[in-house]
Nanobody, 117 residues
Framework: QVQLVESGGGLVQPGGSLRLSCAAS????????VGWYRQAPGKERELVAV???????NYADSVKGRFTISRNNAKNTIDLQMNSLKPDDTAIYYC???????????WGQGTQVTVSS
């Protein structure tokens, strides 16, 4: 069973930065896609950023230019650098990955990000 464990969430002031990390229990080279999603209270889960095995990336319009997704193959982590944070970025952030074999999809347990003064 593949496990994804997020870390790095917390409370930050508007304009601040956070770096989320998602540690995988298997080599991330076995994933065809990795991504971050978020869910704010009363809202549906939405895509934040996704990266494919071919190194292409896609971002939600609301985070373009502020967030960056990256892979660390040596550490088996999928990271999300978040800059210029806004109160609207407040949500639980979830790591997501899909394996090359059978396209099985996995989710982490989520990490809370709160942007508030």
């Amino acid at each position: 069973q593949v496990q994804l464990v997020e870390s790095g969430g917390g409370l930050v002031q508007p304009g601040g930065s956070l770096r989320l990390s998602c540690a995988a229990s298997i080599s991330i080279l076995r994933f065809i896609s990795v991504g971050w999603y978020r869910q704010a209270p009363g809202k549906e889960r939405e895509l934040v950023a996704v990266g494919t095995d071919g190194a292409s990336t896609n971002y939600a319009d609301s985070v373009k230019g502020r967030f960056t997704i990256s892979r660390n193959n040596a550490k088996n982590t999928i990271d999300l650098q978040m800059n210029s944070l806004k109160p609207d970025d407040t949500a639980i952030y979830y790591c997501n990955a899909r394996t090359k074999y059978k396209l099985n999809e996995y989710w982490g347990q989520g990490t809370q990000v709160t942007v508030s003064s």
